[in-house]
Every structure is written in structure tokens, then in C-alpha cells.
């Protein structure tokens, strides 16, 4: 599913996600932990119109969830059932909370990012050829990279050869690693070619938008999540 239109600059959805760690870390209680991701998720999820981020940020905060109790539930001093203490179950939530408003902010910036726009405006930083191009790449790996797996086990289907533990690493990881470095070389190639390492700015067809606000924003956003921190 494409992700909508927006105005937001990715700078500038990067910057607020930030933000909301500065919040999370400095305030570090559950109430603010619990207030941030439900912002998060809120914006998130009004971006992409389903419920994906709230999904990816539940998925990856379970099994931090699980260790946290596990580590902290049994040994703390007031026990309320075996293996449970209730001050080791409150430092369990208390730090679950505060990596899931980090995780949710994540997402969230990411869901309000466009990986074309985030490397056009990064190119207009300065030196922000190589970033964004390490940026692009980055962030572009993980669709390519299972793309190619569906390519490659397919492949495999057709030549009816099973994939198993023994033949995962021949038959399915080396080609897929063969293939994108082949790609990334090729991509290299052309951006020398180009003229992408030679000094001086860089301009595109289609500039990203961006405005004096939301160039305010980014500044003013962070600044008052620290003096919040600090007077809090």
C-alpha cells in the first residue's frame, strides 16, 4: 500500500521522533513513557490509515517485555506470588514502557518518512551527497533484500529443490548476498560515472519541501523537549 502525500519534510518527522526520546530518557517515568507512545502511535497510525505501527511496535517491545520480567520480576523485596515481587514487576514495566515510547517514536518518524525524500533532503545538508546515498541504501536494503529472497525461493520451487537447514546457506542466503552486492556494485559505478564524489552542492528536479516553520520546528521542537527535561 503507498503511503499517502505529505508536506512534512523527513528531516522534520525525524527530528520530532527524536524528540520524543529527549522525552522519554530525561523524564524516564512510566506516565510519560505511556503518554509518548500513545502519541506516537496516534501519529503513526493516521499516517499509514491501519494499524502497522501500532502492530511493528507491539511485536518488537513482547520480547523485551518478556526479559524484563524474567530479569527483574523475581528479585525485587515485597513478593506477592512465586517468582514475583511487586516492586521487581514495577521496574519490569517501567523500563518496558520506556523502550516502547523509543521504539514507537522510531516508527512513527519512519512511517512519516519517504525514503526518496529523506535522501533528496539530505543531499542539500552539507556533505549530504554521501549521507544520503548511505542513508538511501540503508533503508532501501531491506525491501531489496526480500525481494530477492522471494526471486530466489521461487527459483528454487521451480527447480524443485526443497530449502533446508542444510541447504539454506547455498541455495537461498549466498544467492541473495551475491545478487545484492552485485547490485550495490553496479550502483557504485554509475554514481562515480556520474560525478557523485566531487565536492560542491547538490541540487534536484523535484526539491523536497520544506518551509521557514517547519525549519523552526526542527529547532524549536528539540529545545523545548530539553528545557522541559531540565525543568522537570
Same mark, same amino acid.
Given at each position: 500500500?503507498?503511503?499517502?502525500?505529505?508536506?512534512?519534510?523527513?528531516?522534520?518527522? %525525524?527530528?520530532?521522533?527524536?524528540?520524543?526520546?529527549? !522525552? @522519554?530518557?530525561?523524564?524516564?517515568?512510566?506516565?510519560?513513557?505511556?503518554?509518548?507512545?500513545?502519541?506516537?502511535?496516534?501519529?503513526?497510525?493516521?499516517?499509514? =490509515?491501519?494499524?502497522?505501527?501500532?502492530? @511493528?511496535?507491539?511485536?518488537?517491545? @513482547?520480547?523485551?517485555?518478556?526479559?524484563?520480567?524474567?530479569?527483574?520480576?523475581?528479585?525485587?523485596?515485597?513478593?506477592? /506470588?512465586?517468582?514475583?515481587?511487586?516492586?521487581?514487576?514495577?521496574?519490569?514495566?517501567? %523500563?518496558?514502557?520506556?523502550?516502547? @515510547?523509543?521504539?514507537?517514536?522510531? %516508527?512513527?518518524?519512519?512511517?512519516? $518518512?519517504?525514503?526518496?525524500?529523506?535522501?533528496?533532503?539530505?543531499?542539500?545538508?552539507? +556533505?549530504?551527497?554521501?549521507? +544520503?546515498?548511505?542513508? +538511501? $541504501?540503508?533503508?532501501?536494503?531491506?525491501?531489496?533484500?526480500?525481494?530477492? /529472497? =522471494?526471486?530466489?525461493?521461487? /527459483?528454487?520451487?521451480?527447480?524443485?529443490?526443497?530449502?533446508?537447514?542444510? $541447504?539454506?546457506?547455498?541455495? !537461498?542466503?549466498?544467492?541473495?548476498?551475491?545478487? %545484492?552486492?552485485?547490485?550495490?556494485?553496479?550502483?557504485?559505478?554509475?554514481?562515480?560515472?556520474?560525478?557523485?564524489?566531487?565536492?560542491?552542492? =547538490?541540487?534536484?528536479?523535484?526539491?523536497?519541501?520544506?518551509?521557514? !516553520?517547519? =525549519?523552526?520546528?526542527?529547532?524549536?521542537?528539540?529545545?523545548?523537549?530539553?528545557?522541559?527535561?531540565?525543568?522537570?
Amino acid at each position: 500500500m503507498p503511503q499517502p502525500q505529505t508536506r512534512l519534510n523527513p528531516l522534520t518527522a %525525524l527530528v520530532i521522533g527524536a524528540s520524543g526520546w529527549i !522525552l @522519554a530518557l530525561g523524564i524516564n517515568t512510566p506516565i510519560a513513557s505511556l503518554a509518548i507512545i500513545a502519541a506516537a502511535l496516534t501519529a503513526g497510525t493516521w499516517r499509514t =490509515r491501519n494499524p502497522s505501527v501500532a502492530a @511493528a511496535t507491539a511485536l518488537l517491545a @513482547a520480547p523485551v517485555a518478556t526479559s524484563m520480567v524474567l530479569i527483574h520480576a523475581p528479585y525485587g523485596e515485597h513478593k506477592i /506470588a512465586p517468582l514475583i515481587t511487586s516492586d521487581g514487576l514495577a521496574d519490569a514495566v517501567h %523500563l518496558t514502557a520506556r523502550f516502547t @515510547a523509543l521504539v514507537a517514536c522510531l %516508527l512513527a518518524a519512519v512511517a512519516w $518518512t519517504r525514503t526518496p525524500d529523506l535522501a533528496k533532503a539530505l543531499q542539500s545538508t552539507k +556533505g549530504g551527497n554521501r549521507i +544520503g546515498y548511505i542513508a +538511501g $541504501t540503508t533503508l532501501q536494503l531491506g525491501p531489496q533484500g526480500a525481494h530477492r /529472497a =522471494r526471486i530466489t525461493s521461487d /527459483a528454487n520451487r521451480l527447480k524443485q529443490r526443497p530449502i533446508k537447514a542444510k $541447504t539454506v546457506v547455498p541455495h !537461498l542466503i549466498m544467492p541473495v548476498l551475491t545478487e %545484492l552486492l552485485t547490485q550495490a556494485g553496479a550502483r557504485g559505478q554509475a554514481l562515480e560515472t556520474a560525478g557523485y564524489d566531487l565536492t560542491g552542492p =547538490r541540487t534536484v528536479l523535484y526539491p523536497v519541501h520544506d518551509s521557514i !516553520l517547519q =525549519r523552526a520546528t526542527r529547532i524549536l521542537i528539540p529545545l523545548t523537549c530539553v528545557a522541559v527535561v531540565l525543568w522537570i
